[in-house]
T-cell receptor, first 115, second 112 residues
Framework: AQKVTQAQTEISVVEKEDVTLDCVYE???????LFWYKQPPSGELVFLIR??????QNEISGRYSWNFQKSTSSFNFTITASQVVDSAVYFC????????????FGAGTRLFVKA | ETGVTQTPRHLVMGMTNKKSLKCEQH?????MYWYKQSAKKPLELMFV???????ENNSVPSRFSPECPNSSHLFLHLHTLQPEDSALYLC???????????FGPGTRLLVL
């Protein structure tokens, strides 16, 4: 079975704090893809990053960084020096061969960044 | 227009009405998706179309009827909906599964 777990329902931080959003996934496939999306209050899901299962290299993009660890089936997302504009719901997602590459989304983590 | 657009952005309808949601993608993708996002549930995949052919129907009630006339347009026809169908309906497109999905802004639907 495929599953994505985002155990943190809500996180509240003060501006400039660093925050890490956790994502744990389950799949039996050896080829799969992991994603993070941001959903601001406007509703649109904004694509942030895609990782395939053969590339465990961590990635940094500005204040955002991602830590992919196959050994623990985790794909965590860190925001450094958070800003109020980072307030949103963040979704982790998994796509794999099982079920014809159907994408499974986690329940999401709502991040509040207070000024 | 760029990206994925959806109309209308907001819709209020009675249970006996018939309405349609429209999605258009300007990204040259060949796969399109409908998702439902309710307040207390994770994002639920409803339908997938790949090269205009439906490849996924995730046990969606027949009161939701999708239509994909070409790779750029996707419709969701609604009839005799229930109040529990009130949700945010999101459209997405990708360069085929397992391509990265790009989402539209969604239609907020309220069924009275």
């Amino acid at each position: 079975a495929q599953k994505v777990t985002q155990a943190q329902t809500e996180i509240s931080v003060v501006e400039k704090e660093d925050v890490t959003l956790d994502c744990v996934y389950e799949t039996r496939d050896t080829t799969y893809y992991l994603f993070w999306y941001k959903q601001p209050p406007s509703g649109e899901l904004v694509f942030l990053i895609r990782r395939n299962s053969f590339d465990e290299q961590n990635e940094i993009s500005g204040r955002y960084s991602w830590n992919f660890q196959k050994s623990t089936s985790s794909f965590n997302f860190t925001i450094t020096a958070s800003q109020v504009v980072d307030s949103a719901v963040y979704f982790c997602a998994l796509t794999s061969n099982t079920g014809g590459f159907k994408t499974i989304f986690g329940a999401g983590t709502r991040l509040f960044v207070k000024a | 227009e760029t990206g994925v657009t959806q109309t209308p952005r907001h819709l209020v309808m009675g249970m006996t009405n018939k309405k349609s949601l429209k999605c258009e993608q300007h990204l040259g993708h060949n796969a399109m998706y409908w998702y439902k996002q309710s307040a207390k549930k994770p994002l639920e995949l409803m339908f997938v179309y790949n090269f205009k052919e439906q490849t996924e129907n995730n046990s969606v009630p027949s009161r939701f009827s999708p239509e994909c006339p070409n790779s750029s347009h996707l419709f969701l026809h609604l009839h005799t909906l229930q109040p529990e169908d009130s949700a945010l309906y999101l459209c997405a497109s990708s360069q085929g599964p397992p391509g990265t999905q790009y989402f539209g802004p969604g239609t907020r639907l309220l069924v009275l």
